[in-house]
């Protein structure tokens, strides 16, 4: 990570989460915050024009989400439009409304009482079912707080922003922005957004990235240090802000800026070479696919494919479960932007720190990591699992598409999940309905069960992908999100790289293709060892491609062997990486810098 100069003062620096990867310099805009008021209503008439009155809101609000998703620019994806199908959802839910009309005449609070505490029922909800060290808790609870923001608005008539645009290159500073808000910022000299709230994968995180608009996510405490009209620098790829720059801070951010518009031009076009050793061993880079919106970003990347479509998504940000038209539509957008390359779609990976509220009361509220996850969750309630297979089956004529199931730990599991695959097929051609046969259809292997099972499963699978990850989880017996264990997460741990040789080696005997979509992918040092102990196919996420694919070309297959076989024989984590990081600071040293 590349700190701030050491002549910028640290109480000058707020660090969060870059969204983007260029430097803006403009003067800042701190909009009021929103607030209302909590009262009680004196009588029943008043309570019913109340009720008039959120239900105007209401109706207000759903012309708005609709106006702002039709007006997005076109060439966006169709999943950015789908953020605010979301809000929709809850406006729409007959659930919600009656809530907030028990609380406005039953209780004889006012709208805006009524539509917080309503919401607040939903937080609630999130947070009974959800680890609340998850990115997904913290992602939909940043939604609720974004839809009372929106209320809020209506009911109180304020605007937050200027409708006739900014006067000079200016840095939105908020504690909240909503999607609408954001599609209805004027364009002109708006130069990038700063949030207290929110996170990368948040919807108003996602929408910057699509709209190409600077961004710096999560900033503690930035509002109360910013005024209007200050002079502000945003550093969307460190994620960093400073307030009142001076000169000397001036001077090397517009350095930077120009640095990393270059970076980024020779980075797209150098990730588009073959990702091929120095000796002539050819490696596949594909990457790994959480939202429809990034399937640009892979192929401009560089990427050969899609590796790991994680599916969980489209179930997590509603309260409804999506309709299989709507998975549909989802799987063939991304089978024909990448075709004819390959994705691997994942079947749902819910459990764990990913429970969506629509099916919330199916899980069990302890140790969800080894409850009912992933596959054995789909077995367990297959019209939920049907459905998908529909939509993915359907999608499969599109394109290049293949099928991974994840969690496997027995042989059980992948007979059922191939006996439904049949079902299904054979349902929808009894509909006319077509699909393609003969789609492959692989596992994760990220339990220790599975890479002791490796032979057998191969006689079952066209092909594996090593979950990295979870394999680390649960071999080493640590929960990857606890920050107490933090330090015992150890990718290169001895235990870790044997299993992958011996799930490697599985797959050259049998002739079972495998790839590895786990983080470890994505880290030039363990990609060394990978590489060297025979993967020939790594997923990750799309901004490591050029870096992978350029360890690739500049490396010699033979001395990632040798690298390999020194750590395959190594007693601690530490001894195992040594080796490989001395080789890369002395030979490629801006692969572990990038």
Same mark, same amino acid.
């Given at each position: 990570?590349?700190? !701030?100069?050491?002549?910028?003062?640290?109480?000058?620096?707020?660090?969060?989460?870059?969204?983007?990867? %260029?430097?803006?310099?403009?003067?800042?805009?701190?909009?009021?915050?929103?607030?209302?008021?909590?009262?009680?209503?004196?009588?029943?008439?008043?309570?019913?024009?109340?009720?008039?009155?959120?239900?105007?809101?209401?109706?207000?609000?759903?012309?708005?989400?609709?106006?702002?998703?039709?007006?997005?620019?076109?060439?966006?994806?169709?999943?950015?439009?789908?953020?605010?199908?979301?809000?929709?959802?809850?406006?729409?839910?007959?659930?919600?409304?009656?809530?907030?009309?028990?609380?406005?005449?039953?209780?004889?609070?006012?709208?805006?009482?009524?539509?917080?505490?309503?919401?607040?029922?939903?937080?609630?909800?999130?947070?009974?079912?959800?680890?609340?060290?998850?990115?997904?808790?913290?992602?939909?609870?940043?939604? *609720?707080?974004?839809?009372?923001?929106?209320?809020?608005?209506?009911?109180?008539?304020?605007?937050?922003?200027?409708?006739?645009?900014?006067?000079?290159?200016?840095?939105?500073?908020?504690?909240?922005?909503?999607?609408?808000?954001?599609?209805?910022?004027?364009? #002109?000299?708006?130069?990038?957004?700063?949030?207290?709230?929110? %996170?990368?994968?948040?919807?108003?995180?996602?929408?910057?990235?699509?709209?190409? +608009?600077?961004?710096? /996510?999560?900033?503690?405490? *930035?509002? @109360?240090?910013?005024?209007?009209?200050?002079?502000?620098?945003?550093?969307?790829?460190?994620?960093?802000?400073?307030?009142?720059?001076?000169?000397?801070?001036?001077?090397?951010?517009?350095?930077?800026?120009?640095?990393?518009?270059? =970076?980024?031009?020779?980075?797209?076009?150098?990730?588009?070479?073959?990702?091929?050793?120095?000796?002539?061993?050819?490696?596949?880079?594909?990457?790994?696919?959480?939202?429809?919106?990034?399937? !640009?970003?892979? /192929?401009?990347?560089?990427?050969?494919?899609?590796?790991?479509?994680?599916?969980?998504?489209?179930?997590? %940000?509603?309260?409804?479960? !999506?309709?299989?038209?709507?998975?549909?539509?989802?799987?063939?957008?991304?089978?024909?932007?990448?075709?004819?390359?390959?994705?691997?779609?994942?079947?749902?990976?819910?459990?764990?720190?990913? +429970?969506?509220?629509?099916?919330?009361?199916?899980?069990?509220?302890?140790?969800?990591?080894?409850?009912?996850?992933?596959?054995?969750?789909?077995?367990?309630?297959?019209?939920?699992?049907?459905? #998908?297979?529909?939509? *993915?089956? =359907?999608?499969?004529?599109?394109?290049?598409?293949?099928?991974?199931?994840?969690?496997?730990?027995?042989?059980?599991?992948?007979?059922?999940?191939?006996?439904?695959?049949?079902?299904?097929?054979?349902?929808?051609?009894?509909?006319?309905?077509?699909?393609?046969?003969?789609?492959?259809?692989?596992?994760?292997?990220?339990?220790?069960?599975?890479?002791?099972?490796?032979?057998?499963?191969?006689?079952?699978?066209?092909?594996?992908? +090593?979950?990295?990850?979870?394999? +680390?989880?649960? @071999?080493?017996?640590?929960?990857?999100?606890?920050?107490?264990?933090?330090?015992?997460?150890?990718?290169?741990?001895?235990?870790?790289? =044997?299993?992958?040789?011996?799930?490697?080696?599985?797959?050259?005997?049998?002739?079972?293709?495998?790839?590895?979509?786990?983080? /470890?992918?994505?880290?030039?040092?363990?990609? %060394?060892?990978?590489?060297? /102990?025979?993967?020939?196919?790594?997923?990750?996420?799309?901004?490591?491609?050029? =870096?992978?694919?350029?360890?690739?070309?500049?490396?010699?297959? @033979?001395?990632?062997?040798?690298?390999?076989?020194?750590?395959?024989?190594?007693?601690?984590?530490?001894?195992?990486?040594?080796?490989?990081?001395?080789?890369?600071?002395?030979?490629?040293?801006?692969?572990?810098?990038?």
């Amino acid at each position: 990570m590349l700190l !701030p100069p050491p002549f910028v003062p640290a109480e000058t620096v707020f660090r969060g989460i870059g969204v983007g990867s %260029s430097v803006v310099m403009g003067s800042a805009y701190v909009p009021e915050a929103l607030t209302a008021e909590r009262r009680r209503l004196p009588d029943v008439p008043s309570a019913e024009r109340e009720v008039d009155r959120f239900l105007a809101a209401k109706g207000r609000l759903e012309e708005d989400f609709l106006a702002a998703r039709d007006g997005l620019p076109e060439g966006l994806d169709a999943a950015d439009r789908e953020i605010f199908d979301i809000y929709l959802s809850v406006l729409r839910e007959p659930g919600f409304r009656k809530r907030v009309q028990d609380l406005i005449l039953d209780r004889r609070l006012n709208t805006e009482a009524a539509v917080s505490d309503a919401l607040a029922y939903y937080r609630v909800r999130i947070a009974s079912r959800l680890d609340p060290r998850s990115e997904y808790l913290v992602d939909r609870a940043d939604d *609720i707080d974004q839809l009372l923001d929106s209320f809020t608005a209506v009911l109180t008539g304020r605007e937050r922003f200027p409708k006739g645009g900014f006067s000079e290159r200016t840095v939105v500073v908020v504690r909240n922005l909503t999607p609408v808000e954001l599609t209805a910022l004027p364009r #002109q000299h708006l130069g990038g957004i700063v949030t207290e709230n929110g %996170s990368p994968t948040s919807h108003t995180a996602l929408l910057a990235q699509a709209l190409e +608009i600077p961004a710096v /996510m999560g900033v503690a405490g *930035i509002v @109360s240090h910013a005024a209007s009209g200050q002079r502000v620098i945003l550093d969307a790829a460190e994620g960093h802000v400073i307030l009142d720059p001076d000169r000397d801070a001036r001077g090397f951010y517009e350095i930077r800026s120009a640095s990393l518009a270059t =970076r980024q031009r020779e980075i797209v076009r150098m990730a588009h070479l073959p990702a091929v050793t120095l000796d002539g061993a050819a490696v596949e880079v594909c990457g790994n696919l959480q939202l429809v919106d990034e399937i !640009p970003a892979i /192929m401009s990347y560089g990427g050969d494919g899609v590796g790991l479509y994680r599916t969980e998504m489209a179930y997590l %940000s509603r309260i409804t479960l !999506p309709p299989e038209e709507e998975l549909f539509g989802s799987y063939r957008r991304v089978i024909e932007a990448a075709a004819p390359r390959p994705v691997t779609i994942r079947t749902l990976d819910l459990g764990a720190d990913k +429970i969506p509220l629509s099916l919330g009361t199916t899980f069990s509220a302890e140790n969800q990591a080894l409850g009912l996850r992933a596959i054995r969750f789909c077995l367990k309630h297959r019209e939920v699992f049907r459905v #998908q297979l529909r939509a *993915i089956l =359907r999608a499969s004529v599109h394109g290049n598409l293949r099928i991974m199931i994840p969690m496997v730990s027995n042989m059980e599991e992948v007979e059922e999940a191939r006996a439904m695959l049949a079902e299904t097929a054979a349902e929808l051609a009894a509909e006319g309905l077509p699909s393609r046969e003969g789609i492959p259809v692989g596992i994760m292997v990220e339990v220790p069960a599975a890479v002791f099972l490796a032979a057998e499963l191969a006689a079952r699978c066209d092909f594996f992908s +090593i979950g990295t990850n979870d394999l +680390i989880q649960y @071999s080493i017996a640590l929960d990857r999100t606890n920050p107490d264990v933090a330090d015992l997460y150890q990718p290169l741990h001895p235990s870790i790289l =044997r299993m992958i040789k011996t799930v490697l080696d599985t797959g050259r005997r049998t002739g079972t293709p495998v790839s590895i979509c786990g983080g /470890m992918a994505a880290d030039p040092v363990s990609a %060394s060892l990978l590489i060297g /102990m025979g993967a020939r196919a790594l997923s990750l996420p799309y901004f490591n491609i050029p =870096r992978i694919k350029r360890l690739v070309r500049v490396s010699f297959l @033979s001395d990632l062997r040798k690298l390999a076989a020194d750590a395959l024989r190594a007693a601690t984590a530490a001894e195992a990486g040594s080796a490989v990081r001395s080789w890369l600071k002395s030979k490629h040293s801006d692969l572990l810098a990038a």
